[in-house]
């Protein structure tokens, strides 16, 4: 393993894209001695900014959310947490640019890589949530600055069930087969945001519910990187 390796996980809600972060950041340490890991979320900020400005707080695993219609009530007390995320994230993009968060993304990379040259460790940046289109993009270039062999896109993929164009030789990367997928598919908004992705996942990691299956997977590949 080199220096500096981005893994970058992308998935559907509720595939288990965190937890996969989770655990190979665990697993990391054990079979690459010197080595620092990072996790971060391209939601980092949203959470930050709601507690900072809302005092709210991420809902603990298994919480449930409600809403209120109180119109007495601040908009903030009467929306789900998840809602609110979604709220102060569209408000982020509108005032900063759709690029806010890979921007974020990028500037806390070379934070964690200068903290890894300043306690000489080699450094595993993970990023949990990769899921729109324009986040994609840094990917590249994070490819061109570390290395496409450095970069690695890992898809979690819920219950074996994967979109039913997938493994039917599509081009992903073809206009023309895109669009076709478009019109005899009518993915919805998300799956086609992953339908563009496809083509660049260097790993697909199948989350049947067992988390002793899913951590034998993810040790399988983390003793390759």
């Known amino acids: 393993m080199d220096n500096v390796r981005l893994i970058a996980i992308s998935g559907f809600k509720g595939s288990g894209k965190d937890t996969v972060a989770e655990m190979t950041a665990k697993l990391i340490p054990y079979y690459h001695k010197n080595t620092m890991v990072k996790v971060w979320a391209m939601a980092d900020p949203i959470r930050a900014g709601l507690k ?67 306690k000489r460790k080699k450094l595993v940046f993970i990023i949990s949530d990769i899921r729109f289109t324009v986040e994609q993009r840094q990917l590249l270039h994070w490819e061109y600055e570390l290395g496409s062999d450095n970069v690695d896109y890992w ?28 019109k005899e598919y009518q993915p919805s908004p998300s799956e086609f945001e992953w339908c563009l992705a496809t083509p660049y996942f260097t790993q697909y990691i199948t989350n049947n519910g067992s988390l002793n299956e899913l951590k034998s997977n993810i040790e399988q590949i983390v003793k390759n990187l």
């Open 52 to 118: 900072a400005t809302f005092g709210l707080r991420a809902p603990k695993y298994g919480d449930k959310e409600t809403e209120h219609s109180n119109p007495r009530l601040p908009v903030y007390k009467q929306k789900s947490y998840r809602d609110m995320m979604i709220r102060f994230g569209s408000v982020l993009r509108k005032k900063f640019g759709d690029e806010v968060f890979a921007r974020l993304a990028n500037d806390a990379l070379h934070k964690a890589m200068k903290e890894a040259r300043k």
């Open 155 to 182: 898809c979690v993929v819920r219950n074996s069930v994967l979109p039913e164009w997938v493994g039917k030789g599509f081009d992903l990367r073809n206009p023309l087969d895109v669009d076709f997928i478009k």
